[in-house]
């Protein structure tokens, strides 16, 4: 995480404004522990802070956040700056944020200053404070979702080492985004309503490990686990999309938008039968037209949720459109349109990559990581938008992240980083898991650009991809050991 601390006459007046902000939102905090939201003294320090908190939104692209990090505070990337005249403010509201186990606020553009106010009088809990056991994270989420606050996100205190770009950290999200799907199917199977607050805040989390450790969290992709395929399926859909829609252009809100409407792009799959999604033989007609109603059923689903208006429009079109194809074949047949939304378009590819490299039933073996992207390559402009195709090549590179190859050494390795050069495009950095003789190591991570300088040539270099299948490997199980250390 990178911190802007001193320099310019910008950046001075950055943090002034930032610790402005800090000292606003503890005397409002202050205020609601004595006084009732609807006291003139609340109302007014509300507005105080209110009014500021706009200004920065404005400022900063529609998102302001209080991080907590090695017992310091940042707005965004900004370290506020403790003095004499505000050390008890900055001690007493590291230990409001401590008691609550926050790491992390993000104030959000769209915020009103009534869902401010209900947000502050909620994390204040005047009525709790000498009740410990209340001021769990988790109690506190829940009151913030029972609430209906949705433009102020929050994140559990993490460990230091575990901050935004550990492996640890990552894997828990992506864990935890499997967890938060299984149960928000079982939700909606129940006629319950799903909780979207918290599928937004598990994007935001995502968005966050994305930027500070992207290579890690799409080596979480290679994840396949075959008896929970759709739950699995859907969130490593999710996580490359994002990673694309990044490489695209797409803001940051857009990017959980996107998250957002990957994440549910198969909940119509709920009402097809297991037997049609598991069966291990080529579906008949009948069976074929069932399991295409799912992106139908998944649209209509997503419209009739409780909590429709909290859930992004794009994420209707996702689930509708992401069989279609670039040339409007596909599925759904009687779905007319001149052309695709740019969100479904996204999801056509990554949903196709990930299935394809994923063990089914159906088929003999799962392709390799380079093999499916050889397969997508020639259905470009047909099947896929040869702009987002070629841009998640690129993203991927030629041998992805995840792919199992065999060096001139003799050695073998696991993809766990692209080299971001051109002109090393073949070769990225890898964690050895063999040795020249073929004994089995956890070995180093080595980067293939490396030269050696006595002959001055290459010290590895790829001979070709290798299906980890055939090898007995599970990739998945290096990038886990890499979050366990």
């Given at each position: 995480m990178n911190t802007i601390e001193t320099g310019s006459k910008e950046t001075i007046s950055a943090q002034k404004n930032a610790t402005e902000l800090l000292v606003r939102f503890y005397i409002l905090t202050k205020s609601l522990k004595i006084y009732e939201p609807t006291n003139a003294i609340c109302l007014e320090k509300a507005q105080s802070f209110f009014g500021l908190l706009q200004d920065m939104l404005t400022e900063y692209e529609g998102e302001v956040a209080f991080v907590i990090r090695h017992n310091s505070i940042f707005m965004n990337r900004i370290r506020l700056k403790l003095g004499l005249a505000n050390y008890a403010i900055f001690k007493a509201?590291?230990?409001?944020?401590s008691?609550?186990?926050?790491?992390?606020?993000?104030?959000?553009?769209?915020?009103?200053?009534?869902?401010?106010?209900?947000f502050v009088h909620i994390f204040a809990g005047r009525e709790k404070k000498d009740r410990k056991e209340e001021f769990s994270f988790s109690r506190l989420m829940d009151e913030i979702d029972q609430a209906g606050i949705s433009h102020v996100y929050l994140e559990e205190a993490i460990q230091e080492e575990d901050f935004y770009g550990g492996e640890k950290s990552t894997a828990r999200i992506y864990l935890l985004s499997i967890v938060h799907l299984k149960e928000s199917f079982e939700r909606e199977r129940k006629q319950e309503p799903i909780k979207i607050n918290t599928t937004r805040r598990l994007m935001q989390s995502i968005y966050n490990h994305m930027l500070a450790n992207e290579s890690f969290l799409l080596g979480l992709t290679t994840l396949k686990n075959y008896h929970d395929y759709t739950l699995n399926h859907s969130v490593n859909v999710c996580a490359l999309a994002m990673a694309l829609g990044r490489r695209l252009g797409l803001s940051r809100s857009e990017l959980v938008e996107l998250g957002i409407a990957?994440?549910?792009?198969?909940?119509?799959?709920?009402?097809?039968?297991?037997e049609i999604l598991n069966k291990p033989d080529k579906l008949d007609n009948e069976e074929w037209m069932v399991m295409q109603k799912h992106s139908c059923r998944g649209a209509e689903k997503l419209v009739h949720l409780k909590e429709f208006r909290k859930l992004p429009l794009r994420a209707i079109h996702v689930a509708l459109e992401h069989h279609m194809k670039e040339d409007l074949s596909g599925y759904p047949k009687y779905f007319a349109r001149d052309k695709l939304n740019f969100f479904s378009r996204i999801v056509k590819v990554v949903d196709h990559f990930d299935a394809l490299t994923t063990e089914r039933v159906y088929r003999a073996r799962a392709f390799t990581r380079a093999e499916a992207i050889n397969q997508m390559l020639e259905s470009s402009g047909t099947e896929f938008n040869p702009v987002i195709l070629k841009t998640f090549v690129n993203m991927l590179g030629v041998f992805p992240i995840g792919s199992f190859l065999s060096l001139d050494t003799g050695e073998t390795a696991i993809v766990v980083d692209t080299n971001p050069e051109l002109k090393y495009m073949m070769r990225p950095r890898v964690k050895l898991t063999t040795e020249a003789n073929g004994n089995k190591i956890d070995g180093s991570i080595v980067d293939l650009a490396d030269i050696d300088k006595e002959t001055g040539r290459y010290k590895r270099s790829i001979v070709k991809a290798l299906d980890p299948a055939k090898y007995g490997l599970n990739v998945i199980d290096y990038f886990l050991a890499m979050a366990a250390q």
């Open positions: 509201m590291l230990e409001e944020f008691k609550r186990s926050i790491g992390v606020i993000t104030f959000m553009t769209g915020l009103t200053k009534e869902e401010l106010l209900s990957a994440f549910f792009h198969d909940l119509g799959k709920i009402e097809t039968p297991v």
